[in-house]
């Protein structure tokens, strides 16, 4: 049985809205960073972490990778965005392959430079977004992204202490 080539729906995504379903399976990274970052930090060390997350998400709400561009990675130089980024380096990959399951050629460079820039310009959710509506057909797995992305963030956080944490935002501002 032949099957018939998936249908894409492709369009320019301009600057999406987070489609209520995929933001309910899709983690804010931003969130699940502070949910890690703060224990043992005092209030105002938890404000200030707060704010530097905050201040970085784009219109939508969602976090945009591109934020953390300029996030150096050694030493605590950088205060504890670095972490992020650390945190979020496997994200490309992941995202990518998800969107582009199933697909080869042309079609599958497309879709992966597209969810790509999407994660980076306005987050993990509108890229997810835009790809289900691209590949209606594909079926794809929302939950199983979202326990990936959140399965990756957890190893990549792995050997970082709550103490290294506290020590980069002591150190972040002077």
Not at 7 to 13: A, K, N, R, V
Not at 117 to 125: D, E, I, P, S, Y
Request: proline share 5%; aromatic share 8%; charged share 25%.
């Amino acid at each position: 049985m032949l099957e018939s080539p998936e249908e894409l729906h492709l369009f320019e995504p301009g600057t999406l809205t987070v489609a209520p379903h995929v933001a309910e399976e899709i983690p804010d990274v931003g969130q699940y960073f502070l949910d890690w970052a703060v224990q043992g930090l005092n209030a105002a060390q938890v404000r200030e972490v707060e704010a530097a997350i905050n201040g970085r998400r784009c219109q939508n709400g969602w976090f945009p990778l591109e934020s953390l561009d300029n996030i150096g990675s050694r030493g605590f130089w950088r205060g504890p965005l670095t972490y992020l980024a650390r945190m979020t380096a496997d994200d490309g990959s992941i995202v990518q392959e998800w969107a582009s399951s199933r697909l080869d050629g042309e079609r599958r460079r497309r879709i992966e430079a597209t969810a790509n820039h999407l994660l980076f310009q306005q987050g993990h959710a509108a890229a997810a977004t835009w790809v289900m509506a691209v590949r209606p057909q594909a079926y794809l797995n929302l939950p199983e992204l979202g326990d990936r992305l959140a399965a990756t963030w957890e190893l990549n956080l792995g050997s970082i202490r709550p103490k290294d944490v506290a020590k980069a935002v002591r150190r972040w501002n002077r």
